[in-house]
């Protein structure tokens, strides 16, 4: 069973850092990787897909890596600003198996402090 | 962003009432998802649907019921609400091998 975790649950950083965002998954058997955002009381938003075979995805300051074989995806962002403040999401949709879902690591939720 | 719309935003319903969630898309995806997401336990697959009446259960799915009789529509109702079921609700939609994207989400009280 694909299990998806993301550490740490919050983080807190001072504006114009450069921070990175983990997201572990326990079967390397994966078709695609999304990372999204989510705003209090809003929905998610994507940010960014990476392919299984694909090895990185890249949209202004964001940078996601994508490593299989270790179960390991990053985000990395750039400069941090305070409107980065949100919570971030991974989701893997499973290589094997049910191949249609979408299965969610609990989010790291993301303080920029001015 | 994909045209993805939930209705109703926020409800309020009695116990052991039947509610009905709709999602709509407008992009033609054949996959949509309906989640739960509660403190503490992140997003919760209740059913998915991979394509015209085609759908299967999540992690979560006791006590919910899911039909897509078109392509745009994926409806959730919860057959006799409970306290438990007090939650926010997403609906998602992708195509084969793209992003997802999400509707904003319904808020659901049973009191």
């Known amino acids: 069973k694909q299990e998806v975790t993301q550490i740490p649950a919050a983080l807190s950083v001072p504006e114009g850092e450069n921070l990175v965002l983990n997201c572990s998954f326990t079967?390397?058997?994966?078709?695609?990787l999304q990372w999204f955002r989510q705003d209090p009381g809003k929905g998610l938003t994507s940010l960014l897909l990476i392919q299984s075979s694909q090895r990185e995805q890249t949209s202004g300051r964001l940078n996601a890596s994508l490593d299989k074989s270790s179960g390991r995806s990053t985000l990395y962002i750039a400069a941090s600003q305070p409107g980065d403040s949100a919570t971030y999401l991974c989701?893997?949709?499973?290589?094997?198996?049910?191949?249609?879902?979408?299965?969610f690591g609990q989010g790291t939720t993301l303080q920029v402090k001015p | 962003d994909a045209g993805i719309t939930q209705s109703p935003r926020h409800k309020v319903t009695e116990t052991g009432t039947p509610v009905t969630l709709r999602c709509h898309q407008t992009e033609n995806h054949r996959y949509m998802y309906w989640y739960r997401q509660d403190p503490g336990h992140g997003l919760r697959l209740i059913h998915y649907s991979y394509g015209v009446k085609d759908t299967d259960k999540g992690e979560v799915s006791d006590g919910y019921s899911v039909s897509r009789s078109k392509t745009e529509d994926f409806l959730l109702t919860l057959e006799s609400a409970t306290s438990s079921q007090t939650s926010v609700y997403f609906c998602a939609s992708r195509d084969t091998n793209t992003e997802a994207f999400f509707g904003q989400g319904t808020r659901l009280t049973v009191v």
């Open positions: 989701a893997v949709r499973p290589g094997s198996g049910n191949t249609g879902k979408l299965i």
């Open positions: 079967d390397s058997a994966i078709y695609n």
